[in-house]
């Protein structure tokens, strides 16, 4: 599948609302949003969604403002998904994105720190939206190339599993993450996963 390069460091040109992503990033005396892996393991996929709703409602999908809060906030993930089904790539796959914070894989993994072992993809939607069908078209496109590339099972979950109500229980955070939440269709992005795979045998 065709993924535009669009790394959230201080080499990256790329526009965004009147300034380029590399002095947005500058400005926070950052050169990257990203950091080195503690482990080269990856395992887990976990499923995001982002919007600028909360920022500028009339620009909730806007590519742009979307980049934007990522440099503003210091978060990253390693692919964006857009509503018409272009994705990006954010940070190297061999790099840790900051997409999770503190979380803790469900039972019986439990392993803590999800983003040292995962691979974060963030889709362009709000709550009540939902995701359109280019966006699950790309992302069974996406993790199924994933998959061929790390010889072992790729688990998936969503941000709530990992940072949801369980991880604020155990006193590791103090919010708690929602996302994918329940528009987000399991069983369709599994069957197109499904489906991916079995074409590229």
Known sequence: MNITSCLLDVSNSRIIDGAPIS???????????????????????VIHYISAVNIDPRRKFDLDLVLRIFCDFEVSSHYLIARNGEAYRLVPEDKKAWHCGASIMPPPDLRRGVNDFSIGIELVATEKSGFTKKQYAALGSLCADIETRYAKKISYVGHADIAGQSAVDLGLRTDVKTDPG????????????????????
Do not use: H
């Not at 050169?31 to 887990?44: A, F, H, M, N, Y």
């Not at 499904?194 to 590229?200: E, I, L, M, V």
């Open 23 to 45: 002095r947005r990033i500058g400005d926070r005396l950052k050169e990257r949003l990203w950091s080195d892996r503690q482990t080269p393991e990856v395992d887990t996929v």
């Open 182 to 201: 329940n528009r987000f269709d399991w069983n369709v992005f599994k069957a197109l996963l499904g489906a991916r795979k079995t074409s590229a045998r």
